[in-house]
């Protein structure tokens, strides 16, 4: 069940959906205009959002930014009657779906050739059902590396990032209410034969994210979380990526010696960080 919750008077974010993949939609609120963060993955998706706006007597968006291409963010921007804005890199990844068919056949078939991810197929069916009047939308305005939008009381500042789940990630960092938007930017990169992390790209992220002064992160397909959680998450990254050159990619050795440093048995999601750095470090050298 997906519910719009208030994290302060300026920002205003719809909660995850895991099974059709729907991502975090969010409203910065100035004086002057309302900027929608991300299109969702549906026209039903993008509309639920605006209407739940409504009902809590938020004014409709003015413009929306799309945080990276991938399908979940983007497939609602064809139900916004508004101007969007994106990286030219996004709008470069965008263009490369739109000959694309939808339907369970040509899904199953780019799943089989490696072009789509088994999940976000499953999603896409779920999702739009049998209903797969999917249209890409460009966006309307693009940036390169750094873009600032001024709300009226509110300053949004759109930075790209990239990272390892996509190249073209941008976060947004609303200034006055000290909320970095990270969207997907943290996690790994799906689109591979495994997924993974990089030494290099993850810590040039979040080198990165780290000249933000936030208090509150947003992660697309989490939540909320505080300055102290992030810091946590980012250190336990940083850690394994040090590991994972100076372990060179060896898995055993990299569990080990931060199984040591920790005091502690790890934890699932620490050992699948560990196998994404393996498979990246195979991957890639």
Same mark, same amino acid.
């Given at each position: 069940m997906q519910t719009?919750?208030?994290?302060?008077?300026?920002?205003?974010?719809?909660?995850?959906?895991?099974?059709?993949?729907?991502?975090?939609?969010?409203?910065?609120?100035?004086?002057?205009?309302?900027?929608?963060?991300?299109?969702?993955?549906?026209e039903n998706h993008a509309t639920y959002f605006?209407?739940?706006?409504? #009902?809590?007597?938020?004014?409709?968006?003015?413009?929306?930014v799309i945080t990276h291409?991938?399908?979940?963010?983007?497939?609602?921007m064809s139900a916004l009657d508004f101007p969007t804005i &994106?990286?030219?890199?996004?709008?470069? #990844?965008?263009?490369?779906?739109?000959?694309?068919?939808?339907?369970?056949?040509?899904?199953?078939?780019?799943?089989?050739?490696?072009?789509e991810i088994e999940f976000c197929a499953n999603a896409i069916k779920k999702e739009f059902k049998e209903n797969r009047?999917?249209?890409?939308?460009?966006?309307?305005?693009?940036?390169? *590396?750094k873009m600032e939008i001024d709300l009226g009381g509110v300053t949004c500042?759109?930075?790209?990032?990239?990272?390892?789940?996509?190249?073209?990630?941008?976060v947004i960092y609303i200034k006055e209410e000290k909320i970095l938007f990270l969207a997907d930017s943290l996690y790994a990169n799906m689109y591979a034969p495994q997924n993974n992390y990089t030494v290099s790209n993850a810590i040039k992220l979040l080198d990165v994210?780290?000249?933000?002064? &936030? *208090?509150?992160?947003?992660?697309?397909?989490?939540?909320?979380?505080?300055?102290?959680?992030?810091?946590?998450? &980012?250190?336990?990254?940083?850690?394994? &990526?040090?590991?994972?050159?100076?372990?060179k990619g060896k898995k055993e050795a990299i569990t080990d010696a931060y199984r040591k440093s920790v005091g502690r048995e790890l934890n699932e999601d620490e050992m699948d960080t560990i196998q994404y750095f393996v498979n990246g470090y195979e991957l890639y050298r």
């Amino acid at each position: 069940m997906q519910t719009l919750e208030k994290l302060s008077d300026r920002f205003w974010y719809q909660t995850p959906v895991s099974e059709t993949d729907r991502p975090i939609l969010s409203a910065v609120i100035g004086n002057e205009l309302t900027l929608m963060i991300d299109a969702g993955n549906s026209e039903n998706h993008a509309t639920y959002f605006l209407e739940e706006l409504n #009902k809590n007597g938020i004014k409709k968006p003015s413009l929306a930014v799309i945080t990276h291409w991938h399908w979940d963010h983007i497939f609602g921007m064809s139900a916004l009657d508004f101007p969007t804005i &994106a990286s030219c890199q996004t709008k470069e #990844k965008m263009k490369e779906l739109i000959p694309f068919s939808w339907n369970d056949d040509a899904l199953d078939e780019r799943v089989k050739q490696g072009i789509e991810i088994e999940f976000c197929a499953n999603a896409i069916k779920k999702e739009f059902k049998e209903n797969r009047d999917i249209h890409i939308k460009l966006p309307t305005v693009t940036f390169d *590396e750094k873009m600032e939008i001024d709300l009226g009381g509110v300053t949004c500042v759109l930075q790209h990032v990239g990272g390892d789940h996509t190249t073209d990630s941008i976060v947004i960092y609303i200034k006055e209410e000290k909320i970095l938007f990270l969207a997907d930017s943290l996690y790994a990169n799906m689109y591979a034969p495994q997924n993974n992390y990089t030494v290099s790209n993850a810590i040039k992220l979040l080198d990165v994210i780290d000249s933000f002064d &936030a *208090e509150t992160y947003i992660l697309s397909h989490g939540g909320p979380i505080s300055k102290t959680e992030y810091r946590q998450e &980012a250190n336990t990254l940083r850690r394994l &990526a040090d590991l994972t050159e100076s372990c060179k990619g060896k898995k055993e050795a990299i569990t080990d010696a931060y199984r040591k440093s920790v005091g502690r048995e790890l934890n699932e999601d620490e050992m699948d960080t560990i196998q994404y750095f393996v498979n990246g470090y195979e991957l890639y050298r």
